[in-house]
């Protein structure tokens, strides 16, 4: 308890108060009560004073300065005292509450500490928690791709004994094919078959060359390879192409060709299926009937990824469901498929197979209104002539030939057309009977002009191996190379394994003629390999 006067001048202090500020009882009264506030707090003084002479009271904190310096908090009550005949003074009672501040004080900065902890954890937590959600994202994701991967990886070895199958069967094929067509071929140019006979026969080799067709696209699929080019008439491959894709089904197929039509060298069975591809997802494009337009003309490009220059354009446009924009970038990516039960292969065989041509492939489509492929393929620098043959026309000149095939029927049928032409052929199963033959006739003065060799052999040496060792024996030997692999390597680059000229099965009579005819041709002008300025099949 204090008591001052209305200026603040202490008249009395008790003992409580001189115990809590630290100064001796007598120091206090005659001085002013300002100076033992906190100096911070002392310019408030006279607020207080004022307070005190208008409201007779006041209530609130008080901060003092304790005599070793340190701070001491009261909370105060003061009341105005008024007497007659005397001053007017104020009574004080106060309360030291300095510990309890602090500790309210303590307790609020450990609140704060705790909040900050709490909000430090918190951001901690949901970092971590942020972490765990990308890590297991990551490791799903990891997951995902390692069942796609292991799937891919056990597609791809179905893929490739299916491969291996297709790749036999369409070999054999093309054997069984070679056989057929060739003898109907022989056949259809005997003077005594009728004209009902002549149709059957027609019969026969349309579906010869269909089956044809089946056993290249069972090559492309189980090796694929580089393409095999002859110079071919495009305006046939297209019309044949629009003609299978139109067997039954309710799609009109409206054809527009250039009658002028360039001629491009092209690997045909490989292009027909290019132009397969795309005619049936233009089908399916349709699925309750509707019209495609395919049209094939002369264009020269300015440039391309091939460079610019002179190319043929089939142009094959539906007017069906289209394609979002959004996937028309991914339509050539292997397995993408947005149809049930498809492989996602058609249109990536189909990019790679131009590719390989030196050609390019392109699509564009708007959902609802119909999608475009457009394919641009090289075509010839070269005007096609008229070909060569071993046949009458060949100037009466006597060849001696040697075959070679382990098919007993392809044996039979190219002896009976190269010996009806009036040329001299001998035949082998295998490469060690060619070798032995081929050696024998040398060693008698009179060689083999040309030799045929079958690529493959089953269970004997095939023409690759047979090729080598007639080329150490004679480095001038003719030598054709001849499969039913037609997407083989070797008949790609046959001139790498010392072929002059190739013959892919299955063959006609008319092909047997011109591919001897091409070589005999060369070897007679004295020339020792395939005109390079001219694609075989262009003399």
Known sequence: MCIHDLDGILLSVNPAVSASLGYPPDQGPGQNLRDFLVPAVQHRFDDYLRRIRRNESDTGLMRLQASDGSERIWMYRNTLYRQEGAPDIVLGHALDITERV????????AKAELRKLNDDLSHRVEERTAELV?????????????????????RRRNLESLGVLAGGIAHDLNNFLTVVKGNAEL???????????????????????????????????????????????????VLDAVELARAGSAVAINVNVAPDLWFAEIDSAQIQQVLQSVLLNARQAMPRGGIIEVTASNVHIQSTAAGGGRFVRVAIHDYGIGIPADIV???????????????GLGLTSAYSIVQKHGGSISVESQPGRGTQVTVDLPACKVSVARQSSVGPSAGGVRWKLLVMDDEEGIRKLLKSVLTGFGHEVSCASDGAEAIALYEAAKASGRGFDAVLLD???????GGTDAAARL???????????????????VLSEFRKYGFVDILPKPFTPAQIAEVFGRVLTRANKGTTGPDKDLPPGTR
């Open 471 to 489: 080329k150490e024996m004679d480095a001038g030997a003719k030598l054709i190379v001849s499969s039913g692999y037609s997407d083989s390597p």
């Open 187 to 237: 056949a259809k140019v005997r003077p005594e078959a009728d004209p009902e006979l002549q149709g059957r026969l027609d019969e026969i080799t349309a579906a010869c060359d269909r089956a044809g067709f089946l056993a290249s696209q069972l090559l492309t699929f189980s090796k694929g390879g580089s393409p095999v080019r002859r110079t071919v008439p495009l305006a046939r491959l």
């Open 455 to 461: 690529l493959t052999v089953n269970g004997g040496m």
């Open 102 to 109: 602090n500790i309210e004080r303590a307790l609020r900065d």
């Open 134 to 154: 990308e890590a297991n994202r990551r490791l799903k994701a990891e997951g995902e791709e390692r069942v796609r991967v292991e799937d891919e990886l056990v």
């Open 329 to 343: 970038p991914r339509v050539f990516d292997p397995y993408f498929t947005t149809k049930p039960g498809s492989t």
